[in-house]
């Protein structure tokens, strides 16, 4: 089992800044991803960023270049810095961690989900 505890959301005006951390406990793959999907009212979840253990990151277009997400496999924790943000990224935004299994099986987990809103 794997447990995941976010942090860092609240409420930010338009153009400012946040942090999101999620740090996972338990049984790690060492391959695995973590990642940071988002949620707002009335719309699917969706994809914000993602990193895998070998670094490489995958972003959603609309906000590439505004959100970096990084990773300290030490710690087993996820950072997600997200910059000039917008009201329209408001929202609840989870984190996600797949373990890549034997075979290429995965098992995916997620946090509880923090609220980011940000005003215009």
């Known amino acids: 089992q794997v447990q995941l505890v976010e942090s860092g959301g609240g409420l930010v005006q338009a153009g400012g800044s946040l942090r999101l951390s999620c740090a996972a406990s338990g049984t790690i793959s060492s391959i695995n991803g973590m990642g940071w999907f988002r949620q707002a009212p009335g719309k699917q979840r969706e994809l914000v960023a993602s990193i895998i253990s070998t670094g490489s990151t995958n972003y959603a277009d609309s906000v590439r270049g505004r959100f970096t997400i990084s990773r300290d496999n030490a710690k087993n924790t996820v950072y997600l810095q997200m910059d000039s943000l917008k009201p329209e990224d408001t929202g609840v935004y989870y984190c996600?961690?797949?373990?890549?299994?034997?075979?290429?099986?995965?098992?995916?987990?997620w946090g509880q989900g923090t609220q980011v809103t940000v005003s215009s």
């Open positions: 996600n961690l797949r373990n890549v299994l034997q075979g290429l099986r995965t098992n995916d987990y």
